[in-house]
């Protein structure tokens, strides 16, 4: 008896309870505020700073949060009814519109990996107590859970957190936040190591805070129960395992493991040869009596292990543990192929003359000065007499090719020529390639030097070219395309390429070498051009040449169908009622339905096929206009400052209740008819993405849609997208197996026999939306933090689940135009199947200096649809994806295993900045040039065909 006294008032300094409440407060035992913000002066990155003694804690958008631990050992063998986190706010804030502070919307989740709470107060190295940073769990000690984990890894329903919205309300001199019962489940549990709360309402222009621990007033819980629960879950059934190389890394192996789940299971502990699994690795429990596969990642490869499983529930009540035994999978490095180098040995020889004029050839994409005739960013200065395709010995030029694929390379004129003209044979071998699909462009220089634009090139001409004006130029380079169509035999091939001047010839060799190798007519590797308007309007002429010329090049012009001032483009758009109810289809059809058929691209390569993506209408102003429907109550009706932003998201109410029910109902009611409208036309092979981009500081809407950086910005960006999701109705498309489906087979041999629509996400911090959007956002297009965050994206790419792009620029005009292609490379091994530059269209006065964002430009007179030849390197890009496409099919080869492939031939990027996500700027790689692409693409062909 005196001993349970004893235990009774031990437990009472941490945890009270109140029996005519029947509630039980547990204190914070231990907290600690981080900071992501990356300092730019010596000694000022806050991420490896810790604060975890400070007697407050900084919420301040997702710079500064909070992690908070609970003594809940009171709770073990309870049921919860509810639950709430109490806070006492403090300084920091700016207008004390929610009971003294700015916060009212907060995120809170579970913490899957324990931490330190550490002893600096402020913004200080904690080389004493070595508390959590963002960077490390303890400093200098230990990690997030894995080498390059960050704290965002473990929280905000990353590595198998739970995530909730809260609301703080002013309370008795503290806010109260209503929690989901299942983040104390898990702190009771111990699925958890704590709690998260971060901002989601206000800015980095205020730093609001709450007390912590030190201060004497730090959180509480304030749990409400209803009976206890004592008895134990049963141990897992059927524990099986099995090897999963397609988790292994270079170096590390990993295992699934699966059993039948326990009834009144809520999570589970696994050991592995007697070590405790960390929490990032496990997810909770799935349904009562299902069977549920959980895979444990950086194994030590090819090993005998011992696997021990135990059931837990919501009580805290655990299982007997349950045995096996499994061998965790080999590494990839065991397992990677090398590649063979390339049959091709070049010979050196002088370049064939042509009167005084010397002829030679040279890969595409690459970059001859025209006054020098220096190669640029090549590791040989001087191609002329050798080179990655050109043997100069026998003036010949050696190309290897796909079936399906266009294959190119330019021809060197040094000198001045009269009456020139470039003829191509067709093909012989063990078939015949007709010469019609042949087509040559001439470099148009900018900036005096850099050869940008391809200029169609017809008839005959005279070199130096007079209308592109560069003084004292010595060499033109000409660029031929040559389309293998896709029924071509696989075999060796030889032609002649003829260069006239007047009465006299000069004649290279052409051999093509074709691998049984089909490159598909439709696009699995997209290179989206994104515009905001035009070019031209829509089924202009203008327009469709613009379309054709994308999709030539396996490239897709995509038009944002409105601006950030709320005005939709009539061009895009049906004709609607004032309840948002489509009345006439005729503009819509006309203006768009050849992109949708594919009929404006019969006369392509690829001939038929419709676009792979576009954007429908559907914004926060259309079919209708959301301010006539928003009921604003106290908040700001203009969001354009930032300070009024804050206002308006701490004042109003949340979306779903300030638009209105008729809004909604339109909303959703004619994304039913353009869904319908589609299937009856059968426009089923292009998805078609609803996408919203404005930002509040434009002036019409009240959140950022695009690039969200908070809670109420998802908040705001979900809402849209689940009116989306009603109205079309279509439930496969949310599936992980749909969107394995779209990867493996492509929307035209998926016969779904009806449209794809998905709603999109321009995200530029993944990280940090961790599973705010699962279930909603179905194709997302994400910056350099799916680079930073790889193990995140694609475990989001998986679970919410979703088909991923990689949004940036081009390399700029004078760059390295391989970078442009290696973007490509590196986006597809990070898990996406499309890259999007974020500007794409501009007009003729690029032809001077170029333009960073000059991709297909209106040329005038030389014509208005001129793709860059940064045009050409995507299309070499997204040839070489759709192989390493083929490689993952065909090979089972995962995309961890294709990216250490790759690097036997080509040097791509293993760390990115993090230092503004938000930028869409081009991605710098080195030490690359034609001779690594070549050879790549030799080598995957081998592969291929063996």
């Not at 000690?141 to 957190?161: C, M, P, Q, R, T």
């Not at 959980?294 to 292990?305: A, L, M, R, S, Y």
């Not at 994104?530 to 002429?541: M, Q």
């Not at 001032?565 to 609607?576: C, E, F, K, N």
Request: hydrophobic content about 35%; some cysteine; proline content about 4%.
């Amino acid at each position: 008896m005196f001993k349970k006294i004893i235990l009774f008032f031990s437990m009472a300094l941490f945890c009270t309870s109140s029996i005519w409440s029947q509630s039980i407060k547990c204190k914070v035992n231990r907290d600690v505020w981080l900071s992501s913000y990356q300092g730019k002066k010596p000694g000022s990155n806050e991420r490896n700073f810790n604060m975890g003694a400070a007697t407050t804690i900084k919420l301040k958008s997702y710079q500064e949060f909070g992690l908070l631990d609970f003594d809940v050992s009171a709770l073990k063998g309870k049921k919860i009814d509810k639950a709430y986190l109490w806070v006492k706010t403090g300084k920091g804030f700016k207008f004390g519109l929610n009971g003294g502070t700015d916060l009212r919307w907060v995120s809170i989740s579970t913490v899957s990996h324990n931490w330190v709470e550490g002893q600096a107060k402020s913004y200080a190295l904690d080389k004493s107590g070595f508390g959590a940073t963002f960077n490390e769990s303890s400093y200098s000690k230990e990690n997030w859970g894995f080498e390059g984990a960050k704290v965002y890894d473990v929280i905000l329903g990353n590595g198998n957190s739970l995530l909730i919205k809260g609301e703080l309300i002013p309370k008795n001199g503290l806010h109260r936040i209503e929690l989901d019962k299942k983040l104390v489940q898990a702190l009771v549990a111990k699925s958890s190591h704590g709690l998260m709360i971060m901002d989601g309402n206000c800015s980095w222009i205020m730093g609001c805070t709450i007390k912590s621990k030190e201060s004497g007033k730090g959180p509480f819980l304030e749990i409400f129960t209803g009976g206890e629960d004592i008895t134990a879950p049963k141990s897992p059934k059927e524990l099986k395992s099995k090897s999963a190389v397609e988790f292994a890394t270079e170096k590390l192996g990993a295992i699934d493991i699966s059993f039948k789940v326990p009834e009144d299971t809520f999570s589970f502990n696994i050991k592995i040869n007697g070590k405790n699994i960390d929490r990032w690795q496990i997810p909770f429990a799935k349904k009562e009596n299902s069977s549920q596969t959980i895979t444990i990642v950086d194994q030590v490869p090819n090993k005998e292990i011992k696997i021990e499983v135990q059931a837990v529930d919501a009580s805290g009540n655990a299982s007997t543990w349950v045995s096996t035994k499994g061998n965790t999978s080999v590494n990839l490095a065991s397992l990677m192929p090398k590649l063979s180098e390339s049959d091709f040995k070049p010979k050196a020889g002088e370049p064939v003359s042509l009167g005084t004029a010397k002829i030679w050839a040279f890969p595409e994409i690459t970059q001859i000065d025209p006054v020098t005739t220096e190669a640029l960013f090549e590791r040989e200065k001087d191609l002329h007499k050798k080179n990655a395709v050109w043997d100069g010995a026998s003036s010949t030029v050696r190309l290897v090719a796909a079936r399906g694929e266009i294959i190119s390379f330019q021809i060197g004129i040094d000198g001045k020529l009269d009456d020139c003209k470039i003829e191509l044979s067709n093909l012989s071998g063990v078939g015949s390639i007709s010469n019609k699909g042949v087509r040559l462009f001439r470099s148009w220089y900018v900036s005096k030097k850099i050869s940008e634009y391809a200029i169609p090139l017809k008839g005959s001409f005279n070199t130096p070219f007079a209308d592109n004006g560069i003084e004292n130029q010595k060499h033109q380079s000409i660029t031929v395309d040559y389309h293998i169509p896709i029924d071509t035999k696989a075999g060796a091939y030889t032609g002649k390429i003829t260069i006239s001047a007047g009465k006299e010839k000069a004649t290279l060799n052409l051999t093509v070498k074709v691998f049984n190798v089909i490159i598909p007519e439709e696009i699995h590797f997209n290179p989206e051009m994104n515009c905001y308007s035009g070019p031209g309007k829509a089924g202009s002429k203008k327009f469709k040449d613009n379309y054709r010329l994308a999709h030539y090049h396996r490239c897709t012009i995509n038009r944002v169908p409105y601006s950030q001032a709320g005005r939709t483009h009539s061009d895009w758009i049906p004709a609607v009622d004032k309840k948002g109810n489509v009345t006439d289809w005729s503009n819509f059809d006309n203006n768009l339905g050849g992109l949708l058929d594919g009929s404006w691209f019969k006369d392509n390569p690829r001939s038929g096929v419709p676009v792979p993506t576009i954007y429908l209408p559907f914004y926060e102003g259309w079919p209708l206009n959301f301010k006539d429907y928003y009921n604003y109550g106290k908040a700001p009706k203009n969001t354009k400052e930032k300070e009024d932003y804050v206002k308006h998201q701490i004042l109003a109410d949340p979306i779903e209740k300030a638009i209105s029910d008729e809004y909604k109902k339109a909303f959703a009611n004619c994304v039913s008819q353009f869904y319908a409208h589609f299937n009856k036309k059968g426009w089923n092979n292009t998805i078609a993405e609803a996408y919203l981009n404005n930002k509040y500081n434009w002036g019409y809407t009240h959140w950022i849609l695009d690039e969200p950086t908070q809670l109420i910005d998802w908040e705001a960006l979900n809402f849209f997208g689940l009116l989306f999701k009603k109205g079309i109705n279509d439930p496969s498309v949310y599936t992980k197996q749909w969107h394995e489906d779209l990867f493996s087979k492509g929307l035209s041999k998926m016969n779904r026999n009806r449209p794809s629509f998905l709603y999109r996400g321009d995200i530029s911090r993944p990280a940090w939306q961790g599973s705010m959007s699962n279930g909603i956002i179905n194709i997302m297009y994400s910056s350099r933090q799916m680079l930073i965050a790889n193990r995140i994206v694609k475990r989001q790419k998986r679970e919410m689940p979703t088909t991923l792009y990689s949004y940036g620029s081009a390399n700029k005009p004078g760059d390295n135009n391989y970078e442009t292609a290696a973007w490509c490379l590196n986006s597809y091994i990070s898990g996406s199947d499309g890259v999007l530059p974020w500007s794409g269209i501009k007009g003729k006065a690029s032809l001077i200096d170029g333009d960073k964002n000059g991709l297909i430009i209106d040329g005038g007179k030389l014509g208005h649809a001129i793709a860059s030849f940064r045009i050409h390197a995507f299309r070499r890009g997204a040839q070489d994806c759709e192989l390493l496409r083929l490689l993952e099919l065909e090979k089972g080869y995962s995309r961890e295993m294709i990216a250490l492939i790759i690097g036997q031939k080509l040097q791509l990027l293993k760390k990115v900045s993090s230092a503004n996500l938000d930028s869409a700027g081009a991605i710098k790689f080195s030490k690359m040039d034609s001779y690594n692409f070549a050879e790549l693409k030799e080598s995957i062909l081998k592969l291929l065909q063996k």
